[in-house]
DNA sequence: CTGCCTATTGTCCTTTGGTGCAGTACGGAG
DNA sequence: CTCCGTACTGCACCAAAGGACAATAGGCAG
């Protein structure tokens, strides 16, 4: 049996990671010395390939995104990330990037867009603002998660009482719909009250909402 | 009492219109002579101010902004109209735009940010996402609204109780919380359960959810 | 003042929901 | 074959929700 504790932060304290992928080596270990003195830790990658091949998700933190690369572009990187399922927030940097360019990226989430020459006012502000991002969507995906695995745990007669439940329907209508007695309707909904750890229908339904159960079905 | 017929889609003919605002009268002449051609009603304003004028809000559309005007700037006009209660999309065109701006501009919400010159293939995708944009922005709006003015038809003593039920608190919880007799509150419970057209506690969740009640309480 | 709304409460009765206890049936894992 | 999980069901009991009918009291508009 599952005994799951509820709400166990993911290793809250690995600190936060800049990526930077950027295929000027100069630039790689300026930016990095520079984000190094900023307090923060570094992983450079020449190239968008390197990073997806060495990226496990787990790490918390953003990334320094060249826009042109030979090979995978910053735009290709950024949708391969977008893919999986533990994006890191971008921060784009390009050195003659176009208008054009900037408002795809920004359209597929990029945090920002940054311009060579980088000024240290511009960058910090973007990394932190990355971070953050980071930080939230990482908090709501592992409260998303824990709650998945509690709709997983459900049988699929259990979830199929559950459809019936979240639509407000009285155990006997439920009964006639699943062709069973209103007696199994309160066993399987019982069960499934409990896998799902509410005591009320409204908990029901919001936990529903937040697991995205409701809008799947 | 308000016998509110639900969803009457609002005035669904008014066809939709392009706001042109630009400070060169002959781009303007010369776009709203494109739009005609394509299709579309077209109006035209001179500035940021005169279109904040005369705007009213109930006109589903879009907005051709120019970024750079004396005056009011695009952007300027961009904040004015998120802040209002009907904001449209806006699909901003520049001449000599730099990359923050169209940055600030997307992070802002525009739909999107063209430079001329215009190409017309360029152009129409961008106004077809932001009229659809706008449709089904203005559709949520109007279901919302519909609903925001059933939670205000409920008296204050209802919505207190609603609180309590949305927590899937009993009869009997709540009775002692607000201090009141259990009967009371099944009085107000069943009140408030009309008012808002709802048969279950489940419904009455989404509704709340829909409505944004959940969220402000 | 009168009528209407809001808030309050009562009693009585019915319908639902939830739970304990118990039992049958089926299919897969060991 | 046995154990276990899943699905299904019956009976009984209690708690909670909801409707019917009725009544009191304060506030406000006409």
Redesign the pocket.
């Known amino acids: 049996?599952s005994n799951c504790l509820s709400s166990q932060a993911t290793v809250t304290a690995a600190s936060p990671t800049i990526f930077v992928v950027d295929d000027d080596a100069s630039f790689r270990t300026a930016i990095a010395r520079l984000l190094h003195a900023g307090g923060y830790a570094v992983q450079t990658f020449a190239s968008a390939t390197d990073f997806l091949g060495s990226f496990r998700g787990d790490t918390p933190g953003c990334v320094l995104l060249d826009v042109h690369m030979p090979g995978l572009t910053g735009l290709d990187l950024q949708s391969a990330l977008a893919r999986g399922e533990n994006p890191l927030p971008i921060v784009f940097i390009t050195g003659q990037g176009d208008i054009p360019t900037s408002v795809q990226a920004m359209r597929a989430g990029a945090e920002d867009f940054l311009t060579k020459p980088l000024r240290k006012a511009v960058l910090f502000p973007a990394i932190t603002r990355a971070l953050a991002r980071d930080a939230q969507e990482r908090q709501q995906r592992a409260r998303r998660r824990e709650l998945r695995a509690r709709f997983e745990a459900l049988?699929?007669?259990?979830r199929e009482v559950l459809t019936h439940v979240l639509r407000g329907q009285?155990?006997?209508q439920i009964a006639s719909d699943?062709a069973?007695?209103e007696?199994?309707i309160?066993?399987?909904?019982?069960n499934l009250?409990a896998k799902l750890q509410v005591q009320s229908?409204a908990e029901l339904g919001q936990l529903a909402h937040e697991a995205g159960f409701a809008s799947q079905q």
């Open positions: 049996m049988t699929p007669r259990e009285l155990n006997k699943l069973a007695s007696r199994t309160k066993a399987h909904r019982a009250m229908v």
